[in-house]
């Protein structure tokens, strides 16, 4: 026994309360991270069954070419990312988020405020100019290049429950959307469904005309 402030203490006492609440600490931090775990995942689950069901990844950006060529529209992917990884900061995901749930059938360019679009345009330009720095580079050793000027903005098309809605930029030649080839007539396409992309392109060359500032130039070098 050991006497402590004048009261007598039991040494294997001590011991066995302290290791009682180590053991304690233990299980419940144990117990508390399993069940953060499972509804972690849960969760997880359960946004991705509702995306699924939606088919809307709002979460994710594409990125696409849009070329007329040969009395066709060619759509090519140029790069599809998680908005996390192009909009590196919490509040312009959010920003771009909530802009592409206001886009409607009528309106598909994603109603951005003029304060930001210059903003979040930019993350997007970033992320794309880095898939053409090879052809700056070819220019600035004096090498022959074919520069093309391209417009981005962005757009969250509805375009029917059986297709996938996701945010997306997209890249049109700067002189298509001054004079677009397509105001009335169709192209030829290679996808019915590309109907819908002539629409956005006509919506879009409409707002540039009224407010180019909802698109960023981007000059491309081959």
């Not at 594409?62 to 759509?75: D, E, H, P, R």
């Not at 992917?77 to 990884?85: F, H, I, K």
């Not at 592409?100 to 930001?116: H, L, S, W």
């Amino acid at each position: 026994m050991l006497a402590l402030f004048g009261v007598d203490v039991n040494p294997d006492e001590v011991v066995n309360e302290t290791t009682k609440r180590v053991i304690v600490t233990i299980l419940v931090a144990a117990i508390t991270s399993t069940a953060t775990f499972f509804a972690g995942r849960w969760y997880g689950r359960y946004v991705a069954g509702r995306q699924w069901h939606k088919k809307e990844f709002l979460d994710r950006i594409i990125v696409s070419l849009n070329v007329f060529a040969g009395g066709y529209l060619k759509i090519r992917t140029v790069m599809e990312r998680s908005l996390d990884e192009v909009f590196l900061n919490r509040l312009a995901v959010e920003k771009v988020n909530a802009a592409a749930r206001a886009t409607t059938v009528d309106n598909p360019i994603m109603p951005v405020g003029k304060n930001d679009r210059w903003f979040l345009l930019n993350f997007v330009l970033n992320a794309v100019a880095e898939h053409f720095v090879a052809g700056h580079i070819k220019q600035d050793a004096g090498q022959p290049v074919a520069t093309v000027k391209y417009a981005l903005f962005l757009t969250c098309e509805l375009v029917g429950e059986e297709r996938i809605r996701k945010v997306r930029a997209m890249l049109i030649r700067k002189d298509h959307l001054e004079n677009f080839p397509y105001p009335d007539a169709m192209p030829g396409l290679e996808n019915p469904w590309h109907a819908d992309r002539i629409r956005t392109l006509r919506k879009a060359a409409e707002l540039y005309a009224k407010e180019p500032d909802h698109f960023l130039t981007l000059e491309v070098c081959v």
